[in-house]
């Protein structure tokens, strides 16, 4: 049975795309490393790296499970593993139950005021997963619950807020809209074939839900301005968002309405640089050469 279980593990993951937690984490560690003013204590790195991913997992599982019936009827989403029947809904709900305890618990750890949060912040994580059954901005609110990662490391540091993150998760919020539009792109025909089913894309148009997308990342690039100069940071951190703006422009030279062909390329490659080199420039800046 337990082997059984462990077998299981790698395609969990899978099925969740663990590795994309490659977008919220790296952001929030951003968020940390300017309200601490470098590295803070180990316990408190610790605790907000497994809030992150716990939360992240939990909202993931019920992903899946309130998808399900959608996903079996998407030939780009039907070989998931919950819908061919190589992991049980079951399986998902006793990890979603295990995500949302460990996020909850590891909140308590961090201060009383991410305990306190963490209910509201989970029933936002959770509740992504239903708004595209009733309004096509749901790539907004999925843009809120990425967006959340940063202002609750800001939280698990000062147990307060401010503008500065407030600015950095305005920025998290316009960017994952703005590559979540892009990637519905794909699905706009059997978004269009389920009544109940709302996007941008659908809505729009993929030519002008492009035009949005653009729109979402340029704004997203002016708050990041906006953030690194009201956080004091430094020419590294400038740099990297510059670089910012250099992924974003590629990754609306990689598509077009007429070829989304290389959209996994805009959506995967692009976005994990985007998330992980501007935390490694900040790192450098506050850390290294601060």
């Known amino acids: 049975m337990i082997s059984q279980t462990l077998h299981k593990i790698p395609l969990f993951l899978e099925s969740i795309k663990f590795s994309h937690s490659v977008f919220a984490l790296p952001f929030a560690l951003v968020a940390m490393l ?13 605790w907000i790296v497994v809030a992150v991913v716990a939360a992240r997992t939990a909202a993931m599982s019920f ?8 996903d079996a009827r998407n030939p780009r989403t039907a070989g998931r593993p919950l819908v061919t029947g190589e992991l049980t809904e079951r399986q998902h709900q006793v990890a979603l139950i295990l995500a949302a305890m460990v996020f909850v618990f ?5 201060n009383r005021t991410c305990l306190y ?3 509201p912040v989970l ?3 959770l509740g992504y997963s239903l708004t595209k059954r009733f ?10 619950a990425l967006g959340l990662a940063p202002l609750g490391a800001w939280v698990a540091v000062t147990e307060s807020l401010s503008l500065v993150p407030v600015l950095l998760s305005l920025a998290v919020i316009l960017w994952v809209a703005g590559f979540d539009i892009l990637y519905a792109c794909q699905d706009v025909e059997v978004d269009r074939a389920e009544k109940d089913l709302h996007s941008l894309p659908k809505r729009l148009g993929v030519e002008e839900a492009m035009t949005l997308a653009r729109r979402s990342h340029a704004a997203s ?24 703006g250099a992924l974003l422009l590629r990754q609306h030279r990689l598509v077009s309405p007429r070829d989304l062909g290389r959209i996994n390329a805009a959506f995967f ?3 994990g640089l985007i998330s992980v080199g501007f935390f490694v420039l900040v790192f450098l800046d506050l850390v290294v050469f601060g």
């Open 123 to 125: 029933a936002i994580l």
């Open 221 to 244: 690039l002016l708050v990041l301005f906006l953030f690194w100069w009201s956080a004091g940071l430094g020419f590294l951190s400038l740099l990297g968002m510059l670089g910012v």
């Open 135 to 144: 309004t096509s901005y749901s790539h907004y609110v999925l843009g809120l």
């Open 34 to 46: 300017v309200a601490a003013g470098g590295i803070p204590g180990f316990w408190t790195l610790f």
């Open 106 to 110: 590891a909140a308590a750890m961090l």
């Open 63 to 70: 992903n899946r499970l309130a998808d399900v019936y959608y």
């Open 269 to 271: 490659t692009s976005n």
């Open 117 to 119: 949060l963490s209910p």
